[in-house]
């Protein structure tokens, strides 16, 4: 994992998809102030409060033709610089000087995001269909501020069995 890791955006939504732009947020144990979700048995809670992916699986499916962009498929977090494929349940990030999180699962794409895939096919985002193509959603252990560069430091990885 790279040591330029770093949030190139933080998004909110009153709920649903986009989630636009801010400068900086407050992250508590429930996720970033001010951000909604219009599906709560599905979306948020303390162990889905924030949702991440990074840039680079975007930028890829950009590529593709896909009209997806940061925040368009709900992420609060979009990163930048880390090895997408090792964060996987049970990794802690430190984001910035105070908020930590573990991530606690893949998500499940669903047909919300559909307009962001040429095709329809939602699915694009699907761990098992697409693996280091999806986002995750965290568990905050240590809330605080965040602001758009502000660092992020892999700073436990899950025991793997031998």
Known sequence: ???DA?????SISRGGVPKLPIAEAEV???GIV???HNDTAH?????RALCLFAVEPIEAMAAEGHPIAAGSTGENITTRGLDWAAIVPGVRLRLGDEVVVEITRYTTPCATNQRWFIDGDFN???QKLHPGSSRVYAQVLAPGRLRVGDAIHVVATPEVEP
């Open 1 to 3: 994992m790279t040591i």
């Open 6 to 10: 770093h949030i190139v955006q933080l």
């Open 28 to 30: 508590t144990e429930l």
């Open 34 to 36: 001010g951000d909604g």
């Open 43 to 47: 979306h948020g809670g303390p162990e």
């Open 124 to 126: 694009r985002m699907h």
